[in-house]
């Protein structure tokens, strides 16, 4: 396997690639840096090419997740295409959780032009950077978007030091671990931050969990696909959810986790699910992103 650095992008290629392999872009979450990059590594351990985007959380790039511009995004893919190896394969690219965020802002906008987006844990809308509780209700930091397009912040959804929703607590294996889900939707005022689906083009394949702790992926993925049925767009959205299964959605042969210390907030934090539906989970998720980014798609 060759591995190529582009700019901060880690490029995998496998050995004996084959001509009508796709590329797999994948856009990790919230915990920032290369801490997806063996999403990327099972892929090309399967015999795709593979590239992860960072996009905060190492030297060279924002420290935090506030206001990453998505043209970065853009221009890393174009910039990753150049690589003759991969200028005339079909693209998919893999968003999970605030990854997943961007993934749809930038094919509902059209920013990236693309065969196909693999939505894990979605968003239906843009939520406000990372940063801590205490401070944002104290009032000591001003709450700012997570994305820019063209030098301005992307609408997003503002977290209300007001009117405060406050976490559960759920006790895992001796841990207390904070429960957000429920703190999301009660801060949503109309259209404000809501990603805008009616000039999406680009196919989406969309997974989430019905015991997701983290935020409401289950309630995103079931507005994506009604808002595309409303359209008259079903055709370009399938959404697979699982029961008992959280924010995670690992791929096959890695070991579920049901909470993370989570080390940009500095806490730790409940996943939710159990271990049993999230490897089952796994395998089905690994079957339809097969069947996803063939060339029958």
């Not at 939520?127 to 820019?148: P, R």
Request: hydrophobic share 40%; aromatic share 10%.
């Amino acid at each position: 396997m060759r591995q190529l650095e582009i700019d901060y992008c880690q490029i995998l290629l496998p050995d004996g690639l084959a001509d009508d392999r796709p590329l797999v872009v994948v856009i990790g979450g919230s915990s920032g840096g290369l801490r997806s990059i063996d999403q990327a590594q099972f892929y090309a351990a399967n015999g795709y090419a593979a590239a992860i985007i960072p996009y905060f959380g190492i030297e060279g790039l924002p420290a935090e997740l506030k206001l990453i511009p998505l043209e970065y995004f853009r221009d890393c893919i174009d910039k990753i295409m150049e690589l003759s190896e991969l200028s005339r394969r079909a693209v998919f690219v893999q968003g999970t959780s605030k990854g997943a965020e961007a993934s749809l802002l930038l094919c509902a906008n059209r920013i990236v032009d693309v065969d196909g987006v693999i939505l894990i844990s979605p968003s239906r809308y843009a939520w406000g950077a990372s940063a801590d509780l205490e401070d944002l209700i104290a009032g000591k930091v001003i709450e700012e978007s997570s994305w820019s397009w063209q030098g301005n912040p992307v609408e997003f959804v503002p977290f209300n030091p007001k009117e405060p929703i406050a976490p559960t607590v759920r006790e895992l294996n001796g841990t207390s671990c904070l429960v957000f889900r429920d703190t999301w939707y009660p801060k949503v005022s109309g259209t404000l931050g809501q990603i805008v689906l009616c000039n999406l083009n680009t196919k989406l394949l969309v997974f989430s969990g019905q015991a997701d702790d983290l935020w409401p992926s289950y309630r995103a993925g079931c507005e994506i696909a009604n808002t595309l049925e409303e359209l008259g767009r079903s055709d370009l959205v399938k959404h697979i959810s699982f029961p008992n299964v959280g924010h995670q959605i690992p791929f096959p042969g890695k070991d579920p986790a049901l909470n993370l210390s989570h080390p940009q907030l500095g806490y730790s934090i409940s996943y939710g699910g159990d271990r049993k539906g999230t490897l089952e989970a796994s395998k089905v998720w690994w079957e339809e992103v097969q069947q996803f980014i063939s060339n029958d798609t």
